[in-house]
């Protein structure tokens, strides 16, 4: 090969280390045994990360993703290269086993990423992801990394319709609690289940995956659409090829992943996570982005519940309401939210993006267009002298039951239960939990305590969606409240307290949890407060020995030995 392939390039391309020279030949011939040509490897080579798979319906169609993604790259003068990843699908692996293995998916899938693109040093890298832990592990590597980086997710789902209601995979799960109670028929059930779920996609409410994919978009790493233009519209493709062309440019300039992932940027994340209502799984996974990003000391739990405070919350969307991703979308999506707290001086306008721009000027650029959609769905985003509430979607809870913070969808809890006092339901996993709740054991003003099911004690810190939807669907999500060291599903709604820190495997004041105590929660005061008095507290922790673990071999054993806790994102050490 000939020519240095940096003419034009703010910086020395890394994959001509190995493509280059002639002690390269045998590098070239392995390129040339899939059938790249010298043309191709004079360009600049450009990881294409591929998460489609046939077991998450947010991804079965991402192979027409990264087709789209590919075209741009090439129109733009790069070589698209492909690689794949694991995913785990939160709703299949939801109430048993397989739900330990979601949130160490996420490491897995960071660390693959930063793999294959270290082995073969590529010069950039557009990542495709989709839903549950594939898209914040996907923003872990790119922040570790720290190439020329574009997201591009494969969209949300289109919300179902029964008999022109809305329905989403929740009302599923609530429905199972429904048909346990009585309340709904086994047909009824069924409708559910055929209905819910009509399109590709990630899931169509403000769940984590969504969730995640529009804090892509509000964070800068994502184009403008990211977050809701809907899997099936040709927009999506559009916009596939858009990141394609874009990361080439940012090769051109050497803008990096890093240049972005400020902490004002993260700032504006949190904000638009506020305002939209996002999953209490969003702070897990910002907390851990925001470590790789190296302001792991400056994105904490305090700066989180700060925002919260001062943002207040502009939508509802399911499950705190009736509206769906497709319904923000036509409202003008991510942009729009922006835009509107732009306007009360809630976001930094200045923040850079992968369009090259600030957002700013992206909103600029786009003022015409977010107008006339505002004006079409005022009923989605409320504007900032009306909002829903004066505080953001998530609140910080702290008190002597979680001195390191607890986290709660406050935007999605019944307003009798933002305050409540009762006796504690004790139970040492997820399964004694729901043989209770479906022997009728749970009775109204109860408090459920889950513990050992945090990142260590789980270990995994398995979702809990088929618990809350159990409850809600019987009617007692307004009556009865829960509180866990492990996690919920961003489908929950409910006075559902999860991320209890310290958990109960390290020791933390949720192990000493008795049957009958009381306990107080106060939601707007952001206290979590466990009514024993502090010598009995004292007794019961003299008396309490660690548990031996639940896994020793595996890759669950090994995650188990080096996690973090919740409060610092659930990280590994080392």
Not at 175 to 188: H, L, S, W
Not at 211 to 216: E, F, G, K, R
Not at 305 to 322: F, I, M, Y
Request: hydrophobic share 40%; net charge neutral.
């Amino acid at each position: 090969m000939t020519g240095t392939g940096t003419n034009g390039f703010a910086a020395p391309l890394r994959s001509r280390e190995v493509v280059e020279g002639f002690h390269r030949a045998p590098h070239r011939s392995l390129f040339k045994a899939m059938g790249y040509t010298d043309e191709e490897l004079r360009r600049p080579l450009i990881g294409v990360m591929n998460s489609r798979n046939e077991i998450i319906p947010g991804h079965v169609h991402l192979d027409n993703i990264a087709r789209a993604v590919c075209d741009g790259i090439r129109m733009a003068g790069g070589t698209p290269i492909q690689f794949g990843v694991i995913g785990v699908d939160d709703g299949i692996a939801m109430g048993h086993r397989g739900m330990r293995f979601s949130l160490p998916s996420r490491e897995l899938i960071a660390d693959s990423i930063e793999t294959v693109t270290e082995a073969h040093q590529l010069d950039g890298l557009v990542l495709i992801p989709n839903c549950d832990k594939i898209t914040p592990g996907m923003l872990m590597a790119a922040a570790r990394l720290n190439l020329p980086t574009v997201v591009v997710s494969g969209g949300p789902m289109m919300a179902g319709n029964v008999y022109g209601r809305a329905v989403n995979l929740a009302t599923v799960f609530e429905g199972v609690g429904a048909f346990q109670a009585g309340r709904i028929t086994a047909e009824e059930l069924f409708e559910l289940e055929e209905a819910a779920c009509p399109t590709c996609g990630s899931c169509s409410g403000m769940f984590t995956a969504n969730s995640m994919n529009c804090l892509t978009e509000a964070i800068g790493l994502g184009l403008p659409g990211n977050g809701t233009i809907p899997a099936v519209e040709a927009a999506r493709l559009r916009l596939a090829k858009q990141a394609g062309m874009q990361v080439m440019e940012l090769v051109r300039r050497g803008l990096r992943a890093r240049d972005i992932l400020t902490e004002a940027a993260f700032r504006n994340a949190l904000a638009v996570d506020m305002a939209l209502g996002c999953s209490t799984n969003t702070v897990l996974h910002l907390l851990a982005i925001a470590h790789e990003a190296g302001l792991g000391d400056v994105i904490t739990l305090d700066l989180i519940d700060e925002v919260s405070r001062c943002t207040p919350q502009l939508c509802k969307l399911a499950p705190a309401g009736p509206h769906h991703i497709q319904d923000l979308h036509q409202a003008g999506g991510i942009q729009a939210v922006l835009a509107e707290l732009l306007r009360g001086g809630h976001i930094d306008g200045s923040v850079l993006t992968v369009t090259g721009r600030t957002v700013a000027e992206n909103l600029a650029a786009a003022e015409r267009r977010i107008l006339r959609a505002r004006a079409w769905r005022s009923d989605v985003i409320r504007p900032i002298e009306e909002p829903h509430s004066p505080e953001g979607g998530l609140a910080v809870l702290r008190g002597n039951l979680a001195p390191d913070g607890a986290v709660v969808k406050q935007g999605a809890v019944d307003p009798a239960m933002l305050r409540h006092r009762g006796p504690a339901r004790v139970f040492d996993s997820e399964e004694d939990a729901a043989a209770a709740i479906r022997q009728g054991r749970i009775r109204p003003g109860d408090v459920v305590v889950i513990r050992y099911e945090g990142p260590r004690g789980g270990p995994g810190m398995r979702e809990m969606l088929a618990i809350t939807a159990a409850l809600a669907g019987m009617g007692l999500d307004r009556e009865v409240a829960l509180i866990t060291d492990g996690r919920f599903s961003g489908a929950t709604r409910g006075a559902s307290i999860g991320h209890v820190s310290p958990e109960a495997a390290a020791g933390g004041p949720i192990a000493l949890v008795e049957d009958g105590d009381e306990i107080e929660i106060d939601i707007p005061g952001r206290r979590l407060e466990l009514r024993v008095p502090p010598d009995e507290l004292a007794r019961r922790r003299e008396r309490w020995q660690p548990r031996p673990p639940r896994e020793t071999r595996g890759y669950l054993a090994r995650y188990a030995r080096a996690v973090t806790s919740a409060n610092t994102g659930a990280v590994l050490m080392g």
